[in-house]
T-cell receptor, first 115, second 112 residues
């Protein structure tokens, strides 16, 4: 299947700093990528839809100034958690479909811990 | 609506038995459904999908059943193995939108 690579897999940062997470489609071009957040023992919550060449679409309740998304190329989307706080600690996962309305392939996830 | 923020139910199955994982989806307009498997600390992996013009689809050891009347989806795993232990999520999609919404998830524990 298609490969989506996410980096880093784990990151620990201090409160108040910003953290950037990268999501790459390695063997296909992705005009759309998705960013999810997952708390322990819970489901994936869609945060935003990343659109290549245009602004991301954020889900209700997700602060766009807090979670900056950039999709500058057809193979890379980045999520920057700005001014991170301990409550931002979570598992962040990206995904990308190879074609619209087909199964999406997921990155390995990034475990963010804010101390 | 979205089924988020709830703790995962658990299904315990003896190795070799068949497993049935159920999912109720919320949007009657959804026309594409996917099952994902998520192992601890990893991203979800695609298992099988089904479109709304079908009510059953089979893969290797897995079968997905779709009942649109009651908005219910199930995943059947034949001859469950220890490697099947994971959290299983159903996801729904409407073809006019790229967005995929995940269900609550079920933790499958296989007892050796």
């Amino acid at each position: 299947g298609a490969v989506v690579s996410q980096h880093p897999s784990r990151v620990i940062c201090k409160s108040g700093t910003s953290v950037k997470i990268e999501c790459r489609s390695l063997d296909f071009q992705a005009t759309t990528m998705f960013w999810y957040r997952q708390f322990p023992k819970q489901s994936l919550m869609l945060m935003a839809t990343s659109n290549e060449g245009s602004k991301a679409t954020y889900e209700q309740g997700v602060e766009k100034d807090k979670f900056l998304i950039n999709h500058a190329s057809l193979t890379l989307s980045t999520l920057t958690v700005t001014s991170a706080h301990p409550e931002d600690s979570s598992f962040y996962i990206c995904s990308a479909p190879t074609q619209p309305n087909t199964e999406a392939f997921f990155g390995q996830g990034t475990r963010l811990t804010v101390v | 609506g979205e089924s988020v923020g709830l703790h995962l139910p658990t299904l315990s199955v003896q190795e070799g038995d068949n497993s049935i994982i159920n999912c109720a989806y919320s949007n009657s307009a959804s026309d594409y459904f996917i099952w994902y498997k998520q192992e601890s600390g990893k991203g979800p992996q695609f298992i099988i999908d089904i479109r709304s013009n079908m009510d059953k689809r089979q893969g290797q050891r897995v079968t997905v059943l779709l009942n649109k009347t009651v908005k219910h989806l199930s995943l059947q795993i034949a001859a469950t193995q220890p490697g099947d232990s994971a959290v299983y999520f159903c996801a729904e999609n409407i073809s006019v939108s790229p967005k995929v919404t995940f269900g609550i998830g079920t933790k499958l524990q296989v007892i050796p």
